[in-house]
């Protein structure tokens, strides 16, 4: 068995793969300035961790701030992360420090010289470093389009993002709505015009998707609305009301959700939904089962659903839906860190319930970029032992095991987001 997956890892080392989601900042020059490691490391993930350990949020931005001594900062977190650093998020910043600066563990004896290390090395150049030296990336679809801000495509393929047009917003959504389209909406028909070509334009920019994320505000079951109740909100909203972000009813975001999916219909366009664990310390985490997007997958056939984070803690009902359904994808972006062994087992079990070429296999998720080295690593070395499993199983032999880990790194997201040239 060590020997398979010694063979495998060394292959898919090798290989040159897609990233199916990252937010980090689309140009290099736009990563924060004033920061160290602490502040940097700490933006989320291991960071929710520590606060899972017992860590305050008040401590957590103390340890953030860069303006403050870092020695000081160090013995505030260090007993938690001495608690968390096993987790897959701990693993994946250990694995960033040696990869990317030498430094053989995160702790009291290293803390400075990392951070040395870490101020030294932010000039041009890490991106290349980072991205496709030390993680081996073709491509990373970037959630966040801005047509006024194009990323970087050297090493980013953008992703539209629905949130705005769709309701998901409070009174300033207006601004940015003429911000976007150099127009203020007045009717509902401006508002449906402008949804239509905003979305028009970020497929001739070249997105690859359009993005949904609403599970950290609302349940992801969108009823069929009628027109009538969602214009009936919209009057509302312009006439002067002051919902907050989410009193803008479920009838308006449920209508427009439906209105952009016959959009991406018409249009050929992927859609990438979050499901699952939300990021952060404590959420409703009934919102997120992708069980509630049945009626989605059967209303819009034609549309190709990328399923994000493996649905984890409900990657058995992700595995289900994307065997019943031709429409839906597995997406592992995040799932590698958020828990290593989940990943290994839900991608073994997938292999025996779901086609191979239904499944991508990495997406970082990172806001800042040396944790996608980390991600990306502990992601080969899953992918490394499920397909070991298998192949120790008889399911296949070593050498449809490679073609299968291609599949799953490279020619199921090249095909699924039309990235092949």
Known sequence: MENLYEQLYEFISGLTIVDTHEHLPGREEDRPKETDVLGEYLTHYFSCDLVSAGLSKNDLERCRDASLPLAGRWRLVEPYWNAARHTGYGRSLDIA?????????????????????????????????????????????????????????????????????????????????????????????????????????????????????????????????PRADAEAEYRRFRSGGKPDAFAFSENFQNYMTHFVLRLADERGMSVQIHTGLQEGNGNLLRNADPLLLNNLFLAYPNVVFDIFHMGYPFEHTLSALAKNFTNVHIDMCWAHIISPAASVSALYEWLDSVPANKISAFGGDYCFVDGVVGHSIIARQNVSRALAMKVRDGAFDIEQAKDIAQMLLIRNPERIFKLID
Request: aromatic share 12%.
């Open 97 to 225: 420090a040696r990869e990317l600066y030498g430094i053989e563990g995160i702790s009291a004896a290293t803390i400075e010289e990392l951070n040395g290390r870490f101020v030294a090395s932010r000039k041009p150049g890490h991106y290349q470093k980072t991205l496709k030296e030390k993680a081996r990336i073709r491509t990373s679809l970037l959630d966040g389009f801005q047509p006024d801000k194009p990323c970087d495509r050297r090493f980013f393929t953008p992703v539209f993002r629905l949130d705005l047009y769709r309701g998901m917003f409070a009174n300033g959504s207006a601004s940015a709505y003429e911000k976007l389209n150099g127009v203020s909406p007045t009717g509902f028909d401006d508002w449906l015009e402008a949804t239509e070509k905003t979305i028009g334009a970020a497929l001739a920019a070249g997105c690859a998707a359009l993005k949904i994320g609403d599970a950290y505000n609302r349940p992801l079951y969108y009823a069929d609305t």
